[in-house]
């Protein structure tokens, strides 16, 4: 039985054949820039310096906070530079670039085994060692995911291969090509936790990815594939588990208040990376797609920079518009080509200029499919009003905070209200409010 949640969009999936196809290559450039607030949490602190020769695996960026997490060397090579560099945030990122010296040199691996005869007790700590976080783009620290309070209740942990994205393959081609250790890094966060149940929930378009899993479930204890309905964002928490659990995440509230915990499925890889060979988190599979000549699944090395990708891909086939960290629906322009892709980058998306061209804003129809669409139950027509006019303790009231920005209430509109947008401002004024201890107009 296909499982499904209330409202959604359904953007052209076809966008996803450029690359679907695509068997996963690897990639490693010559320079790496690899900056240090690469999860949710305070950046990173650099622990090296210019002229330092550096290990694949060798820990650069020391944790800082409770959110923090190490970042590790991608390659092996001579430290160049130790400074800020522009990126997808406001503020510039501080960052590493290492030159390659192609020698492939590790630091020494502490490998723990086998996922199934582990102490668990060793799991968590393995995982925060390696630097892990979320790469289904919400890079949130999975070590603290998984370290759950004794009075919160946990009986399944979900792992997330819906992938419902547009042009993103790249956990698709995951699923086809590593199965099993899709499974092994589930496995391993279910004995972290004594977690009985483990579901891996995918798309109905991916049948092949359904197969696969199916079958590298075959013997493993309390862990099965559930078949979703193809609709976005079938691939957020809050939708997942309604799809998969029947249960809902209350307003304000996280997964582990529904007793579930959600990990993408390159996750789980990454765990079980980190849990049977030792290895830090140093790389990952990236789509790249739309204008450019050659679109591939490309196995990147954390830090490599976009135009060398974009060059392995054989260029720019057209007039650049954009370039897109992410899907078309919730991805972020890229400043520039020099910047470096991080440990969430599932995909590099070009756009050309007529696809990424801006479109005027209309007046609203009152036709009411936003606020069908919306996946939350929200009414986006009264939060846009209060937004746009600054009225931020109107937009709180409204719950505008629930809103995941996932932009089905955008691609819907037949007027093209820029919603999302809008929705954006109003939530990180709100959390500027929040940390001030102010009130809002």
């Excluded at 997808?88 to 960052?95: D, R």
């Excluded at 279910?190 to 149940?197: D, G, L, S, T």
Aim: glycine residues 10%; aromatic residues 2%; proline residues 6%.
């Amino acid at each position: 039985m296909k499982a499904t949640f209330r409202g959604g969009v359904h953007p052209a999936h076809g966008s996803k054949a450029q690359t679907q196809g695509l068997a996963t290559r690897s990639f490693v450039s010559d320079t790496v820039r690899i900056i240090m607030n690469m999860n949710i949490g305070a950046p990173s602190q650099p622990c090296v310096a210019k002229g330092d020769h550096v290990k694949i695996g060798q820990v650069i960026g020391e944790p800082v906070g409770f959110l923090g997490l190490p970042v590790h060397a991608s390659v092996s090579g001579e430290v160049v530079s130790v400074e800020p560099i522009p990126y997808l945030s406001e503020q510039p990122a501080m960052c590493v670039t290492i030159h390659n010296d192609f020698a492939d040199e590790w630091v020494e691996l502490h490998p723990l085994g086998s996922v199934e005869t582990v102490d668990p007790a060793l799991i968590i700590p393995a995982i925060k060692n390696a630097g892990i976080c979320g790469l289904g783009g919400a890079s949130f620290p999975t070590h603290v995911k998984l370290s759950i309070k004794p009075e919160q209740k946990c009986d399944c942990i979900i792992a997330n291969g819906a992938e419902c994205e547009t042009h993103l393959t790249c956990d698709h081609r995951l699923m086809l090509e590593n199965p099993v250790r899709v499974v092994d890094g589930l496995r391993a966060a279910m004995r972290a936790i004594n977690v009985k149940e483990g579901i891996i929930a995918i798309e109905d378009n991916k049948p092949d990815a359904i197969e696969a899993m199916r079958k590298a479930c075959q013997g493993r204890e309390g862990v099965r594939v559930q078949v979703l309905k193809t609709k976005y964002p079938q691939g957020g928490e809050k939708q997942l588990i309604e799809a998969v659990t029947g249960r809902q995440v209350p307003s304000g509230g996280l997964p582990i208040q529904a007793g579930v915990i959600v990990m993408n499925v390159a996750t789980c890889a990454a765990v079980a990376d980190a849990v049977i060979d030792g290895k830090p988190l140093v790389e990952r599979i990236v789509t790249v797609t739309g204008a450019v000549r050659q679109p591939a699944n490309l196995r990147l090395r954390i830090g490599t920079i976009t135009e060398d990708i974009i060059g392995e891909c054989g260029g720019f086939s057209g007039d650049v518009g954009k370039v897109i960290f992410g899907g078309a629906m919730t991805g972020m322009c890229a400043p520039n080509t020099s910047i470096p892709i991080a440990k969430a980058t599932g995909g590099i998306l070009v756009l050309d200029k007529q696809d990424a061209a801006s479109v005027e804003e209309g007046p609203c129809l009152r036709c009411g499919k936003c606020v069908e669409v919306c996946p939350i139950g929200l009414h986006p027509l009264k939060i846009k009003i209060a937004a746009d006019a600054d009225r931020i303790d109107e937009c709180k009231r409204l719950h505008v905070m629930d809103c995941t920005l996932c932009g089905s209430c955008s691609f819907i509109c037949p007027a093209h209200r820029w919603l999302t947008a809008s929705f954006k401002v109003a939530k990180q004024k709100l959390a500027a409010q929040a940390k001030k201890g102010g009130s809002g107009k």
